[in-house]
Structures are given as C-alpha cells and as structure tokens.
T-cell receptor, first 113, second 113 residues
Framework: DGGITQSPKYLFRKEGQNVTLSCEQN?????MYWYRQDPGQGLRLIYY???????QKGDIAEGYSVSREKKESFPLTVTSAQKNPTAFYLC????????????FGDGTRLSIL | GQQVMQIPQYQHVQEGEDFTTYCNSS?????IQWYKQRPGGHPVFLIQ?????EVKKQKRLTFQFGEAKKNSSLHITATQTTDVGTYFC?????????????FGQGTELSVKP
C-alpha cells in the first residue's frame, strides 16, 4: 500500500545489538500495528497504538519496544533481549473507530549475522 | 485467548480446479476479514464480512460468514496462476480492543499450469 512506508527492506543484526525498524504512514490513520510473520504461523501482533503517545502490548511483545510520538510514525525496536529475531516484520495502519481494514507496508526482513 | 484456526495449511491444485480454505474462531466474531499475500509481498485486503450468514462474491471468489459468526470460508472457482499466494482470514472479536485482528495461520495456494 503506497501510504505506508517501511524501512529498511532488509536488516541484519549482530549479537547483543538493538535495531530499529521504521514505519511511516501518510494516510492520516489513528491506529498503527506491528506484526511478526514466521513461516507457517501467520501474523502475530507485537504492539499496537490507537493514539499518539499511547500503545499497548500485543501477543508477543517481549524483547520489543515501540514509541508513538507522532501520528505518522510508529518505530519498532528489536532489542538484544529478543533471542530469535529473524522474521518478516509488517507494519499496518487503520482508521480508528470504524470497521475499516488494515493497510500494510511492504515489510522489513530481519536476519541475524 | 481468542484463536483463529485456518485449514488447510497448503493446497496444490491444477489450474482450472476449485480451491477452498476454511476459518474457525474459538469465539464469536464481530467481523472477519480476508487478505491475500503474494510470495515476497505483504497482505492485501480482499473483503470484510459483518453479518451472520453473509455471502459476498468477487468475480471467481466467494466468501461466506457462518450463521454463528464463528467460521468463514473462501472459495475460488476455476483457479488461475494469478491466484497463487497465501490467503489469510483475520477475525475481530466482539469484545475487541483497538481493532486488533486475530489472524489465522494462512493457506498457501500453489497452482500448476
């Protein structure tokens, strides 16, 4: 979806290193989401935010952190505490308080060096 | 917690054959959404079903929502090679917080020409 930009497309992490994945949207959506996708497991929710300066843990938040200082931006940090970070990370956004679907970015593929 | 099960995990068909994927939720859903993810791509929204017993069609694709609003199916008639990808259902619980989607594991469809 052209309105959500994730960067970088590919990212490599060294042992003990924190890395930050960027997600920016220009759709004026209130809610933003981070998912992790592993083969055969579908999408699992890491964190979500319904409004600026507020966010909630999803199903697999351990080892991750987020911030929502601006409506347009919802960066995800994969910390060194996340022992198995290799995955495809997807950011999504949605207009809040409606039945609107989520719109996804192109994703970031994170690998361990 | 709420779970959405999707079967089969993989389906290989000859071009021209039909294909069906099934979704079953552990709890009653407010609505269910279907997404398609092409290989190497991100999920793209296909359709949303809201009403009990609802049936919607998009060309060769037929989507159904069960009477109890706990199950759904996607049927593709006469598959084509362009149908290749992984199809996900995603449910929104009736006591939903923040528009969270619970994704099924997905059905990966391959079509042999």
């Amino acid at each position: 979806d052209g309105g959500i930009t994730q960067s970088p497309k590919y990212l490599f992490r060294k042992e003990g290193q924190n890395v930050t994945l960027s997600c920016e949207q220009n759709l004026n959506h209130d809610a933003m989401y981070w998912y992790r996708q592993d083969p055969g497991q579908g999408l699992r929710l890491i964190y979500y935010s319904q409004i600026v300066n507020d966010f909630q843990k999803g199903d697999i938040a351990e080892g991750y952190s987020v911030s929502r200082e601006k409506k347009e931006s919802f960066p995800l940090t994969v910390t060194s505490a996340q022992k198995n970070p290799t995955a495809f990370y997807l950011c999504a956004s949605r207009r809040e308080y409606s039945n609107q679907p989520q719109h996804f970015g192109d994703g970031t593929r994170l690998s361990i060096l | 917690g709420q779970q959405v099960m999707q079967i089969p995990q993989y389906q290989h068909v000859q071009e021209g054959e039909d294909f069906t994927t099934y979704c079953n939720s552990s709890t009653t859903l407010s609505n269910i959404q279907w997404y398609k993810q092409r290989p190497g791509g991100h999920p793209v929204f296909l359709i949303q079903l809201v009403k009990s017993g609802e049936v919607k069609k998009q060309k060769r694709l037929t989507f159904q929502f069960g009477e109890a609003k706990k199950n759904s199916s996607l049927h593709i008639t006469a598959t084509q090679t362009t149908d290749v990808g992984t199809y996900f259902c995603a449910g929104v619980g009736i006591y939903n917080q923040g528009g969270k989607l619970i994704f099924g594991q997905g059905t990966e469809l391959s079509v042999k020409p």
